[in-house]
């Protein structure tokens, strides 16, 4: 990832950070000689530190959830008076009682069971476009239903360093696909967030060419992100800022996206224009973020390469609420044009899915978004699969979230009424089961 050659300032700090690659280097130079044994010692612990916490990650109790209507998202099947047995972490059965008998069986006197009659059962909710700095933020998502999320970069790694979190402490954050920092020509703050980052300041214009695109998007695939976040046009929530000028065009997306590609990261691709749209799917994004003026080439070109569309329309159409009055002309203008694109999209068979493009804690609950994709025309099962079983083939964890059967992870949300009937319905979220633990619980009051 570095520049080795940069690294060779003395040759106690080269022994110390690269040792076996600078060694011969340094024997070379006859410094050897100055190592002693101590500082060798010393630089051993520094460079490989023992990181093995002491403890294992903790195992959630059993959970039972009973009593109301279990919607299974991709097959659009109502079982009634439903039973979810959880247990490690998965679902163990879920069903009708009969089917479900010998799984509570097996928990019994173990578990805790939890009364959802007069509410629907679902799978955990999935986000597929949120950003999370802090901890709160990622709470509040988490309470809002969405049990996982697609992060849309985060400002200095947190995302990364979230991801693990549920694993030791169950029900923290959603689980997540990290996206790391924003691939974009002003990096500003962001080069704080890795050393590697630091070359970058060295550019007059930014991070427009080929090959700086490349390097920072190396750079978040060696902090092991899972997706990558670029752009071909600029902010629609700046009123400083044209969203139909072009950032990036199509080649120096494809620098982005085939360095991704090469860490097996997909790329989400933040677009407005009709050319940004269409230059980042020629590119071959996974998936176009807001895509307002996105044209029916572009769609048709998505169906051919399965581009994933995250409309995030709680987003572009709250912009008319703004008190800013550029942003709220915008939001009145690009409204109705998205509301065509994601019917339009939906009808050609493009995947739309729900991303709320939510910061801080200020949260758009993903249930508005799937009403928000409904609204469009899109019918009720299918807005619903846009932040369950589409999303999660987005996340690739189709066979872990989505739905509720047997080996999936044991996420589950309540909310009160039919969502086949009105979608508002995952507004009002009862019960979150995050990674089998309970993390929101207003049944009982
Ligand atoms: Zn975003």
Not at 91 to 98: D, H, I, K, P, T
Request: aromatic share 4%; net charge negative.
């Amino acid at each position: 990832m570095c520049d080795e050659s940069a690294e060779v300032p003395g040759p106690i700090r080269s022994v110390v950070t690269r040792r076996g690659v600078l060694a011969g280097a340094a024997a070379l130079a006859g410094v050897s000689s100055v190592v002693t044994a101590a500082d060798d010692a010393a630089g051993a612990v520094r460079r490989a530190p023992d990181r093995r916490f002491p403890g294992r990650p903790p195992v959630p109790p059993p959970l039972v959830v009973e009593g109301g209507p279990l919607l299974d998202p991709l097959t659009g099947r109502v079982v009634e008076d439903a039973v979810v047995v959880l247990a490690d972490g998965k679902v163990l059965a879920a069903g009708s009682r009969a089917r479900t008998a010998a799984a509570v069986q097996e928990v019994s006197g173990r578990a805790r069971t939890i009364d959802a009659a007069g509410g629907w059962i679902l799978p955990g909710l999935v986000d597929v476009h949120v950003h999370v700095n802090a901890i709160a933020d990622a709470v509040g998502v988490l309470m809002a239903g969405a049990t996982s999320i697609r992060s849309g970069t985060s400002n200095f790694y947190q995302d990364v360093a979230m991801r693990p979190l549920p694993r030791w402490k169950p029900g923290a954050v959603p689980r997540m696909r990290a996206a790391g920092v924003f691939v974009t020509p002003d990096l500003g703050d962001t080069v704080l967030a890795d050393p590697d980052l630091a070359p970058l300041a060295s550019l007059p214009d930014g991070v427009r060419s080929p090959e700086a695109l490349a390097y920072v998007t190396r750079v978040n695939l060696s902090r092991d992100v899972d997706v990558v976040k670029t752009r071909a046009n600029p902010r629609a929530g700046i009123p400083q800022q044209d969203p139909l000028e072009l950032v990036y065009d199509e080649t120096q997306l494809r620098a982005v996206v085939e360095t991704a590609r090469r860490g097996r990261a997909g790329v989400l691709c933040h677009a407005y224009s009709a050319d940004g749209c269409h230059g980042a799917v020629r590119a071959g994004i996974q998936s176009l973020e807001h895509g307002v003026f996105v044209t029916e080439e572009t769609l048709e070109l998505m169906v051919r390469r399965g581009t994933f569309f995250t409309p995030t329309m709680g987003a572009v159409l709250g912009l008319a609420d703004s008190p800013d009055p550029i942003l709220a002309q915008r939001g009145r203008e690009y409204g109705p044009v998205l509301q065509a694109a994601v019917l339009r999209a939906h009808e050609l068979g493009v995947p739309v899915v729900a991303g709320t493009d939510t910061f801080g804690t200020a949260t758009r609950s993903v249930g508005s978004e799937v009403r928000l994709i409904g609204e469009t025309g899109v019918p009720a099962l299918d807005a619903l699969r846009g932040a369950t079983t589409t999303a999660a083939r987005l996340l690739g964890w189709e066979d872990r979230i989505g739905r509720l059967v047997p080996g999936h992870l044991a996420d589950v949300v309540v909310v009160d009424g039919s969502p086949l009937d009105d979608l508002a319905a995952l507004e009002r979220v009862q019960l979150v089961v995050a990674q089998g633990a309970v993390v929101r619980d207003d049944l009982a009051a």
